[in-house]
């Protein structure tokens, strides 16, 4: 059987050389090559190279040069067949049934091709004629250049049923192959006609850069669809395309671009507008929802995608679909990080009103898909009563066992286990949470020793025996907890006299002076709201540390009990919290001391949830001196 030219690219679009030849050669990036030491000869400096972009090896030691089946053929004898079936079930690809017309039909492909990039050779064309004056000011509107319309080969479909047609028809296309390609549109009975009419012409590419496909924006008001793209056709498939993904799969390979992995947009406007911001890994799935094969491209273009979503409330239902997709698909370096625009902008607004560095810092912090899935559950309702912190549970759990595979799903357990204690208090106290919260050092599933008690940490960041050296180390490694429990006083100023003497005992490493300042501004008079205690610590000088505090502020939200939490929650989940930090960070006098201060709060105030942070305190904390 003889496979085609269109098989293999796809093979060899889907795999890239240095993740399959790194399982025998150790690699190490130069450039935009890998190198390594030959696998062909006995050698001491490196002489074999493995190019991803233009999918070959190249050994200069022995003058051997190959893909991905010539890999397989050398290192492992097999035949070309062998490889390619091999090859096939790594990329998810069946092997085509033997076709004696397989030649013909690549070729009609190749016919299709050719016809989508002269309908486009025509569109751009047509978008310097005057017929085109409101689509030139509308991408005018946005902020576009005639460079910038050249540069991502944005075009121009006429008013007419038949301009395009006619083009196409007198230079040797059939209405038939152009129906086809999705360029007509067949009526029941009548003429075929144009399928784009009066738009602005985004051209599509497949991985393998091949021109498949048009998205069209409409100029008139009264069009039925704003956006349309191409119909499914033997070039096309929409659920496994991502606008631009080409361009920027070439830009995270390349080491000068910074990238270090796509970023999902919603629109066309707003992948462009990555790209004009210098930030070409930029892509944008064609209308709908992510879905797996999306999914398996971005992970396939190398590290952590992040989906970028406007901040309103389409845009989050938006990021809930693509984290619901993720779930089952998730494995370890296989996860999504999330990114919000401020104020319900796109990011094509922030370019235009705020420029290129302001769009950019939007990525300089982005969440967790654990954040996102956490904070979705603890607002889906009030908290406050045994039936529906059950149901919560239930939910969490639901959510967890959709997760495949399996260390992925214990990382997730561990997690949501941690968040529930700092929520409901060390109900899970000696189950496997109680093993791993001493050690929890932050969110995202990472786990570190207790600082201080790490020699590879001090050696690390060359921290010897004094105690300077050990709080060198701790600053090294911010603590999450430490910025919700601050933050939390920052969104409800209110809860800072009850929390008093509790606040001013936690040894904050990073933000002892700002909990100072808080303490401060909120003793000066009058009871303070949380925008006048912001604006007093942006008087301070705080600017820097306040946007690092509130980038967390939804996980702290949802930390506290969520939107509907009442006060007296949210100061419980707060002490609990400080408890677990104690334990974390406080000397064994701290600890004492928070001990005998909670106890004297019991005495003053009978509160059941008070006597319960005592006793779980007082359980946890024997534990720690035990170990």
Request: proline letters at 5%; one cysteine or more.
């Amino acid at each position: 059987m003889r496979l085609g030219e269109d098989f293999i690219d796809e093979i060899k679009a889907r795999i890239r050389p240095s993740d399959l030849i790194g399982r025998t050669v150790a690699l190490k990036r130069q450039g935009k090559e890998f190198a390594g030491l030959s696998p062909f000869k006995k050698e001491r400096t490196p002489s074999f190279f493995v190019n991803d972009e233009k999918r070959f090896y190249h050994c200069f030691a022995t003058g051997k040069h190959g893909d991905i089946f010539t890999w397989l053929e050398e290192m492992e004898g097999l035949s070309f067949m062998e490889a390619a079936e091999r090859l096939a079930g790594e990329a998810g690809l069946d092997l085509p049934a033997p076709d004696p017309e397989a030649a013909q039909k690549a070729e009609h492909r190749k016919s299709l091709v050719e016809w989508m990039e002269a309908a486009h050779a025509f569109f751009k064309r047509s978008l310097k004629g005057p017929e085109a004056a409101e689509a030139q000011n509308y991408l005018k509107s946005r902020g576009l250049t005639g460079a910038d319309c050249v540069r991502f080969g944005i075009g121009y479909a006429p008013e007419s049923r038949s301009a395009l047609k006619d083009e196409l028809v007198t230079a040797g296309a059939t209405p038939g192959e152009l129906i086809e390609c999705g360029l007509l549109i067949a009526p029941d009975s009548g003429t075929p006609y144009d399928r784009f009419r009066d738009r602005i012409m985004f051209p599509i590419h497949d991985p393998r850069g091949r021109l498949v496909a048009f998205g069209g924006r409409a100029l008139s008001k009264e069009a039925r669809a704003k956006y349309l793209n191409s119909p499914e056709t033997p070039l096309f498939h929409k659920g496994a395309t991502l606008y631009r993904f080409p361009e920027a799969r070439r830009a995270v390979a390349d080491p000068k671009s910074g990238a270090k992995g796509l970023i999902v947009t919603e629109g066309y406007l707003d992948a462009i507008a990555l790209a004009r911001a210098g930030m070409e890994q930029g892509v944008a799935p064609l209308g709908t929802a992510v879905t797996e094969e999306q999914l398996a491209l971005l992970w396939r273009a190398g590290g952590e995608p992040i989906m970028c979503f406007d901040g309103d409330s389409a845009g989050r239902r938006a990021a809930m679909k693509s984290a619901e997709r993720a779930l089952p698909l998730l494995q370890p370096g296989r996860s999504l990080r999330f990114a919000f625009m401020p104020d319900g902008k796109d990011p094509d607004d922030v370019l235009r009103e705020e420029g290129a560095g302001a769009l950019r810092a939007t990525f300089d912090t982005t969440r967790p898909l654990a954040d996102l899935l956490w904070e979705r559950e603890v607002n889906a309702e009030p908290l406050d009563d045994p039936d529906r912190r059950a149901g919560f549970r239930r939910r969490i759990r639901a959510i967890v066992g959709q997760i495949s595979d399996r260390d992925i799903r214990e990382e997730y357990k561990r997690e949501f286990d941690m968040r529930m204690d700092a929520i409901f208090g060390g109900g899970q106290a000696g189950g496997q949470s109680g093993r791993y919260q001493k050690n929890y050092q932050g969110r995202g599933g990472k786990y570190q020793p207790k600082l201080g008690a790490s020699q590879s940490m001090k050696k690390r960041f060359g921290a010897g025996s004094s105690g300077n050296d050990i709080n060198a180390v701790r600053r090294a490694i911010p603590n999450p907890n430490e910025r919700i429990l601050v933050g939390a006083l920052i969104e409800w100023p209110e809860m800072v006299e009850e929390l008093l003497e509790e606040i001013a005992l936690i040894p904050f490493v990073s933000l002892d002076t700002m909990r100072d300042a808080v303490l401060e501004a909120c003793s000066l008079g009058p009871a303070v709201s949380s925008s006048e205690l912001r604006a007093e610590l942006l008087s301070r000088g705080y600017a820097q540390l306040l946007k690092r505090v509130e980038d967390n502020r939804e996980p702290m939200r949802a930390t506290l009990g969520g939107a509907d939490a009442s006060a007296p929650m949210r100061i419980g989940a707060w002490r609990r919290l400080a408890a677990t930090y104690m334990r974390q960070s406080g000397s064994q006098e701290q600890r004492e001391e928070m001990r005998a201060l909670t106890e004297q709060k019991i005495s003053e105030d009978d509160s059941e949830s008070l006597r319960f942070i005592s006793e779980s305190y007082r359980r946890e904390n024997a534990k720690t001196e035990e170990s």
